[in-house]
Structures are given as C-alpha cells and as structure tokens.
C-alpha cells in the first residue's frame, strides 16, 4: 500500500505562486509515476501534471503548460508541484495519486483510471 499526503494549498491572488507537497510513505518504490489532478466544483478531475519516474519523463496539460514545475526530494519521499502565474480558473482541490503500472507512453498517465493510490487533496483558491 501507498499513503500520500498533499499539504500547502491555501487562498492566493491572481499572477500569485503557491508550492503543493505530495508526501509519499509505504511501498512508494512500487509506483511508476506521480500524478497532479485537480476537481473543481462541479466538474470532473482533470490532468495537470505528471512524472515518470524510471526516466523523470513529465507531462503536463494544456492549460497549466509554462507556468508549473515538478520536483522532488527524494531524502523526504516528497513530490513538489510549484505553479506561478495563478488565474482563477486554477482554483480547485488538487490530488496527487500513484501509478503502479508501467507504459511505454507518459502520456498514458494523464488518465485517472491509471492511478491505485490518491491523496485526500488539498484547496487551491485564486481570487481575481
């Protein structure tokens, strides 16, 4: 089994930055690759990042391409997703989640369906 643990959303302006931690504890060398999601009232969760880890190959979605950067400290078994240049639309609750499986493709791991493990989120808000 995988625990994760998202911390450091909060309530940030419009153009501002925040820094959302991933906390991994368990059999996290089991995984293939960590997931960024994020759901928004009312919507369904959707893509924002990923990165694989047998080659830190990353991936991101459309709407998050430039202004985000994934990272991680492997002595904390912690993955950081840093986003700048926040709008509102980006406010919504984030998930991390882990992906056992391996594929040849990174960009396999922007569907939700490949991901075993997910944390409870945290809330990202962006006022204008």
């Known amino acids: 089994q995988v625990q994760l643990v998202e911390s450091g959303g909060g309530l940030v302006q419009a153009g501002g930055s925040l820094r959302l931690s991933c906390a991994g504890s368990?059999?996290?060398?089991?995984?293939?690759?960590m997931g960024w999601f994020r759901q928004a009232p009312g919507k369904g969760r959707e893509f924002v990042a990923t990165?694989?880890?047998?080659?830190?190959?990353?991936e991101s979605a459309d709407s998050v391409k430039g202004r985000l950067t994934l990272s991680r400290d492997n002595a904390k078994n912690t993955v950081y997703l840093q986003m700048n240049s926040l709008k509102p639309e980006d406010t919504a609750v984030y998930y991390c989640?882990?992906?056992?499986?391996?594929?040849?493709?990174?960009?396999?791991?922007?569907?939700?369906?490949?991901?075993?493990?997910w944390g409870q989120g945290t809330q990202v808000t962006v006022s204008s």
């Open positions: 368990g059999r996290t060398g089991s995984t293939n690759a």
């Open positions: 989640a882990a992906a056992a499986g391996k594929y040849a493709s990174v960009g396999v791991y922007a569907s939700v369906g490949v991901y075993e493990y």
């Open positions: 990165i694989r880890w047998s080659d830190f190959s990353t």
